[in-house]
């Protein structure tokens, strides 16, 4: 009974909290699970409770600062403080800052369906038109973006791969930056860029010269060699994929064994049957090893789970066009944790999203005209997320990052 009344104590004092604070309560979650659209957030368990209840926050509060709880009734003298586990810190329970489970920083999984995006951009690269200044771009290309929200990118008539720190106002040259050519030091209209966590290197597209090169600080290594490559994409077991603009398909690779590769899309020839693509730009690998592929000459994106011999299209796929049920040249595709599909439509200047069977996408952002607007866009063809679910586009005319910061 004693346990009860402690646990309905502690519930009744984290809901008051929670209305006040904007919190949410994670149930039936394990200790750090997920609970929430912002990845640095986990759920922590209440003290004094024998389930899995517990409230969504920050994962990773200074250990130093956190104060024990009262051992007796697990309370907590410090105010808008709530008493959870949190094993990392101390083996005793502490009391949590609940300012740190405001739905601002951990918003809620249910809320990730109905993702929105503020439509007037920040621009986060290139914000001095096209050139070749380190705070300028000349058509950029790929884009990665790493866990703090640094940006690296593919510029592509620049020959080089530049790495845009957090909220710097100008670029550093990582690779290529050699004038354009095929020594080891240059690059040649690279299209893309990867980041190899495991090796701390960074892995390139080099389309001009036929090849997919692996840069380690300054050292270089060409890893694939006569292969007209266009995008890039790394799994979570390290198998590099790369799509073939001329052979009509995706190879997968395993890293270190760079022999003939394995087809997973495509490699039946140019066409537009179902085992066929039509010039293969962009793609993606979901967390199943589906391998989601632009396929521009179709004005499609076709998803081939792994092993199928045939794909399924997931957006597009009715002729070029601007209607919603169509795209015009599909180029960057990304795909959230729902599997909606998320396509820069090209020639229609917008990002559009699709959920898998629907017949039509929504516009997400662009959409507003060709032009150099904050809420315009000019050629899309590169997208990403970064840990906040705020949306990267590359806007190759503008010669620009934009950035679309999320709108809860």
């Keep these: ?47 004094g409770t024998h389930d899995d209840t517990g409230v969504c926050g920050f994962l990773w509060p200074i250990c130093s600062r956190l104060l024990r709880c009262n051992s007796s009734d697990h309370s907590c003298l410090q105010p808008t403080t709530i ?23 951990c918003p809620p999984m249910k809320n990730k369906i109905n993702f929105k995006w503020k439509q007037n951009a920040i621009t986060v690269a290139g914000r001095n038109g096209e050139g070749q200044q380190l705070n300028q771009l000349n058509h950029p290309f790929g884009i990665s973006i790493d866990k703090n929200k640094n ?25 290529g930056g050699n004038g354009k050519g095929d020594r080891m030091d240059q690059l040649n209209n690279p299209t893309d860029v990867i980041v190899d966590q495991q090796n701390h290197s960074i892995i390139i597209a080099d ?7 692996q840069w380690v600080n300054q050292n270089q290594q060409i890893l694939i060699s006569n292969i007209d490559c266009s995008s890039l994409a790394m799994d979570k077991y390290g198998f590099l994929y790369v799509s073939d603009l001329k052979k009509n398909e995706v190879r997968r690779w395993k890293m270190g064994e760079y022999n003939e590769g394995f087809v997973v899309a495509g490699g039946n020839g140019q066409g537009d049957q179902l085992n066929q693509l039509n010039v293969p730009t962009s793609i993606f690998v979901d967390e199943d090893q589906s391998v989601f592929v632009s396929d521009t000459g179709n004005a499609r994106v076709m998803k081939w789970r792994k092993d199928a011999k045939e794909g399924i ?5 009715n002729g070029e066009g601007g209607n919603l049920s169509q795209l015009r040249s599909p180029q960057g595709v990304i795909v959230d944790d729902l599997g909606q599909v998320y396509v820069a439509d090209y020639m229609n200047d917008r990002i559009v999203r699709w959920c898998e069977g629907k017949e039509e996408g929504e516009v997400v952002v662009g959409g507003n005209g060709k032009g150099s607007g ?35």
């Design 1 to 47: 009974m004693a346990t009860i009344n402690i646990y309905c104590y502690v519930l009744c004092i984290l809901l008051n909290i929670t209305v006040r604070i904007n919190s949410q309560i994670c149930e039936k979650t394990a200790q750090y699970g997920e609970c929430s659209t912002n990845s640095a957030c986990g759920c922590f368990h209440m003290a």
């Design 83 to 105: 008493c959870v586990q949190h094993p990392q810190c101390d083996d005793f329970p502490l009391c949590y800052p609940v300012t740190m489970t405001d739905q601002k920083m």
């Design 151 to 175: 940006i690296l990118t593919a510029d592509y008539l620049n020959h080089r791969i530049v790495e845009w720190k957090y909220d710097a106002t100008e670029g550093q040259i990582i690779a």
């Design 207 to 213: 389309k001009g010269n036929r090849r997919v090169i």
């Design 313 to 317: 299209v997931v957006a597009g796929g």
């Design 374 to 408: 904050s809420n315009q866009l000019f050629g899309p063809v590169g997208l990403s997320f970064d840990v906040e679910e705020n949306l990267y586009v590359i806007d190759i005319h503008n010669h620009r990052v934009q950035k679309y910061l999320i709108d809860i």
